[in-house]
């Protein structure tokens, strides 16, 4: 498993740096479309994001200097900060949305089935972790 989601996170970086993205910089812009026209802090950006361990402030920043995603004030608490994704941001998204074949086509050898199978069974190992990890009271 481990070999098979390097060779497929190696495929994506290359897909990504095409548009000067990191694939956190991209899950964090997703996460701001799927929120459009909501602003979102970064600890909800955080709890959305596929890479728990990702140092979302630092993405932000990142993607601010490019000019993807704006920070301002919360209105309803100023020691907040809010985050939306800025018409550049849905502009590259939008083009990448335009390539998601390139990247479907790197499990393009399973047949529907079999990808609805691996699915199945990926889920079921995750579902399985979960039910041994100890919950956070």
């Known amino acids: ?3 098979t ?3 497929i996170l190696q495929h994506i970086r290359g897909f990504m740096a095409e548009a000067n993205l990191t694939h956190q910089q ?3 812009l997703r996460i701001l ?3 459009h026209p909501q602003p979102l802090s970064t600890l909800q ?3 959305r994001m596929l890479d728990k361990m990702s140092d979302t402030s630092r993405i932000v920043d990142r993607l601010i200097k490019k000019k993807l995603v704006k ?3 919360c209105e309803n608490d100023r020691r907040l900060v809010d985050i939306a994704i800025t018409r550049r941001g849905m502009a590259i998204l939008q083009e990448l949305d335009g390539r998601e074949q390139e990247l479907d086509e790197l499990l393009g050898g399973l047949s529907e089935s079999e990808a609805e199978t691996l699915s199945q069974l990926l889920d079921k190992v995750r579902a399985t972790k979960a039910e041994e990890e100890p919950t956070h009271s």
């Open 1 to 3: 498993m481990l070999y």
């Open 5 to 7: 989601h390097n060779w």
């Open 26 to 28: 991209y899950n964090v």
């Open 33 to 35: 479309r799927g929120s």
């Open 45 to 47: 950006i955080r709890d």
């Open 71 to 73: 920070k301002t004030a």
